[in-house]
Every structure is written in structure tokens, then in C-alpha cells.
């Protein structure tokens, strides 16, 4: 381990509030024991209240309104950066191992009664994500590190409907994870303009010799949902779609992520969105449909067609099936 490691490790061992000697931290970190004295003393200049206590009962301790200080982490901290550490894995975090590094880092250091408290806070926390495809992992490594770096990737990239991977250069400005799937973010070469790419559908990707500059404030986030929400600052570009239902499924509808954000006024059975032509024409019928008869649309008449259309294409295939 290197020098600063060795100091944080020791750090942790003081600041558990019990006394330990030199031998033991020694063992504990196997290295020299003369090290560990040279460590102790650039930790004391540094400003750290180490008392050093000889004699056969002798060894060093922090000063006692060091340790209740919140030095590192305190429980909630602790409890919230473990937690999270499980979000990010079972969401495909590329960096998954050097994540659960740290957190063994986090409880190696912790005192029994620190650990005890967060394995019992652990126990009882669970995420259930779909599994993510394995080979993805260095190619989200890859994007994250030329995100970060600056540089262009080439990448072989297959539209959903297409047999044949189109190879295009990318300056890559980040990385989203949205309803299950890594999407990068960037300018493609090959189009001209700043797109979004679905990670599971890039064939293959290399880093180029050629590098660029991101736009400032650029946020990948709001780029992506403006693609996917319609622009409620235009209001003369939306068209009022009215739906009656039952309460649970009315709640439900308000929270799905485009109704929720397109939504206008709400009764206890009746909701009102603002939602563009080509969103109602499209995917919305496909959203409304597991509703069944728990809904009824209102307005507009075209919405209405458009499912009657979805559900008939749907009875027709299981009839000719």
C-alpha cells in the first residue's frame, strides 16, 4: 500500500477511540515498525492530536474530542454511501469492483459497533435490477474515461431495426442511465449534430488520437429528456388530452414519467396533460393500453382512434397467430 494509504489506515485504527501500540498496527499493516513511528510523526505534524502513552499499558490514542468529532463519516453518512454503493451496482456501475473496494475499505476501518450498525442497516436493503450484459462493462469503462479525458471514440454503432453496424466517430460529453439502459450521450461525426446512443447496441469502440472539448455547461442529462419531453415552454405546440379513471390507476398515470411531467390539473377521477401530436400518435396509445377499461379516454377524439387501431392490430395478430 502506498504512504498516504498507510496513514489513512492508520487514522482509522486511532480514531475507533481505543489505544493501540506500534506493534500492533505493524502487524496489522505489515510494514516496518520503524515506518510506523516516521507515519505517527508526520501525522502529529500535520496537526493531528496523536498522545503517545509509554509504559507497559502505553501505546497511542487520538484526543478524546478528536474521535467525537466527525472526522470521516459519521453513522448516516456511512449508511448512505453503502447504500448507494448497492443502487450503483445493481444499476451496472462500470467501476464496480473498485466501488466495492471501497466500501470494504469503509468497514475494514470502522469499530465493531460501526460495523455491527451498518450490516444491520445492509441486511434489510435490496435493489432488483435487470442483469446487466457483462461485455458492456469496458465498453461503459471506455466512454467514461474519454468523457472525463476528452477524447474521440470510433465506434461501430446498429440501430434497433438494422442488421448492419454503421462506424462513426463520437466526442462522447457523457453517460445516462435511463429505465434499465446506459445511453451515451454526444457529437456524432457521421450526422453532424449532438445524439444519443444506446450503450447495448455499440458493436465495437476504440479511442482514437484525436481528442475535443466539451460545450460549456453542457449537461447530458437535460439533452436527453428534452429529447424525450415535449417542450412545455411552447404551449401552441401541445394538444390537451383528457382522461377519466379510476383513482389507483389515475395516480399511477400521473407518475409515469412523460404524464407526470406533461401534467396540467388533476381531480380525484379525471387528469388533464399537454402532450405534443407526435407523442399521442406514437407511443402514448402503447403506454395507455395495459390500463385496459380502468380508463377512458375524453379527448382528443384522434388518441382515441389511434388506440382502438393499437388494440385491433394486437386481437388481429393473436387471431391469426
Not at 510494514?31 to 501525522?43: A, F, H, K, M, P
Not at 453513522?75 to 453503502?82: D, F, L, P
Not at 396509445?285 to 377499461?293: I, N
Amino acid at each position: 500500500m502506498t504512504k498516504a494509504v498507510n496513514m489513512l489506515s492508520i487514522l482509522w485504527m486511532l480514531n475507533t477511540g481505543n489505544k493501540i501500540t506500534a506493534k500492533q498496527i505493524s502487524d496489522k499493516l505489515e510494514i516496518n515498525i520503524r515506518t510506523v513511528y516516521r507515519y505517527i510523526d508526520t501525522l502529529c505534524a500535520s496537526g493531528v492530536p496523536i498522545i503517545s502513552d509509554a509504559g507497559h499499558n502505553g501505546g497511542y490514542s487520538l484526543l478524546h474530542e478528536f474521535v467525537e468529532a466527525p472526522l470521516f463519516f459519521d453513522h448516516n453518512e456511512q449508511k448512505a454511501m453503502i447504500h448507494a454503493a448497492r443502487f450503483a451496482i445493481e444499476a451496472g456501475y462500470p467501476f464496480s469492483e473498485e466501488l466495492e473496494g471501497a466500501v470494504s475499505k469503509l468497514k475494514m476501518y470502522t469499530n465493531p459497533e460501526q460495523l455491527d450498525r451498518i450490516n444491520r442497516h445492509l441486511s434489510g436493503f435490496d435493489v432488483i435490477q435487470p442483469s446487466l450484459n457483462q461485455s458492456l462493462e469496458s465498453i461503459l469503462k471506455e466512454i467514461e474515461v474519454s468523457v472525463a479525458e476528452g477524447n474521440t471514440l470510433m465506434m461501430e454503432y446498429k440501430k434497433g431495426n438494422d442488421n448492419e453496424s454503421l462506424s462513426r466517430n463520437i466526442d462522447p460529453y457523457g453517460l445516462v442511465y435511463w429505465k434499465g439502459k446506459w445511453y451515451v450521450v454526444g457529437y456524432c461525426h457521421l450526422r453532424l449534430e449532438i445524439r444519443s446512443f444506446r450503450v447495448d447496441r455499440i458493436g465495437k469502440l476504440s479511442r482514437t488520437e484525436f481528442t475535443f472539448e466539451r460545450p460549456l455547461n453542457f449537461s447530458a442529462r437535460s439533452f436527453f429528456l428534452d429529447g424525450l419531453l415535449p417542450n412545455s415552454n411552447d404551449q401552441t405546440q401541445l394538444i390537451s388530452v383528457r382522461i377519466q379513471g379510476k383513482v389507483h390507476a389515475l395516480d399511477e398515470l400521473c407518475q409515469h414519467w412523460l404524464f407526470g411531467h406533461a401534467l396540467i390539473d388533476r381531480t380525484k377521477n379525471l387528469a388533464g396533460f399537454k402532450l405534443d401530436k407526435h407523442s399521442i400518435q406514437t407511443f402514448v396509445p402503447y403506454f395507455l393500453l395495459p390500463y385496459g377499461k380502468s380508463i377512458t379516454i375524453l379527448e382528443p377524439t384522434f388518441l382515441k382512434e389511434k388506440l382502438i387501431e393499437v388494440a385491433s392490430e394486437l386481437v388481429n395478430h393473436y387471431k391469426n397467430f
